[in-house]
């Protein structure tokens, strides 16, 4: 990623590497490291071991809208309370939204109706208008989420792995089988499944989200 730079250039970047991805971080270590540049590197080195400790700890869960909470002999994974915050709110916003749209498609129709003489400007408004009950859908998916995730509890505990989530309608508790733990990728989705339910998915060219899934696949499987 950094072998056509020069070193000036490395130092430079390393000066701004709070603005990098983890992945230039790493490469960025990796190149400043093989050319043996004689620069400070500590802050660089903190901020990547800070960051492999989070992935450790799974604090990254938090991107998938979920937590991680450990005990002596306990791993439980649960939905964030912001994250069930935001399916709200945007169950919330799109209900708005939608019967805006809807408002506008019925004030659309009457407006073809009744004959109305429109200039090009208010047309284009009443049907923007309209189009607001297509992005109301959009907004939807929260609705979704929150009903597919609400009560969601996965827990390890010692040698057994147990899943709480709604199936269908019913909020149910299954036994997982650790052996059925594991990553599967499609194009550029990875996804953590449990059997054939598919439990988080991420895009597997996030490397945090990437090193944050095998890891709670092998702490599940452990």
């Known amino acids: ?20 991805t983890f992945e230039a971080q790493l490469s960025l270590q990796d190149e400043l490291q093989k050319r043996a540049v004689v620069v400070d590197m500590s802050d660089l080195n903190t901020t990547i071991a ?27 994974v649960t939905r ?7 399916d709200i709110l945007a169950v919330i916003v799109g209900l708005l939204v939608f019967l805006l749209g809807i408002y ?8 073809f109706i009744n004959g109305d003489e429109l200039d090009v400007f208010t047309l284009a408004y009443k049907f923007a208008m309209a189009g607001l009950l297509f992005i109301g859908f959009s907004f939807f998916s929260g609705l979704q989420r929150l009903f597919d995730f609400y009560g969601f509890e996965l827990r390890k505990s010692n040698s057994s792995v147990t899943l709480k989530k709604r199936f269908d309608v019913k909020l149910e508790e299954i036994n997982i089988d650790p052996a059925d733990v594991h990553l599967e990728e499609d194009e550029d989705i990875l ?21 944050t899934l095998q890891d709670l696949a092998k702490e599940l499987k452990a």
């Open 1 to 20: 990623m950094y072998s056509d730079r020069t070193n000036s250039e490395l130092i430079e970047i390393m000066n701004q590497h709070s603005l990098l």
């Open 191 to 211: 996804a953590l499944k449990l059997g054939r339910e598919t439990i988080f998915t991420s895009n597997s060219g996030n490397l945090i989200q990437t090193l």
């Open 80 to 86: 964030t309370q912001k994250a069930l915050f935001t």
């Open 50 to 76: 800070n960051k492999r400790v989070q992935i450790k700890n799974l604090d990254y869960l938090k991107d998938f809208g979920f937590q991680a909470n450990r005990t002596a002999d306990e791993l439980i």
């Open 104 to 111: 506008g498609c019925i004030n659309l129709v009457y407006t």
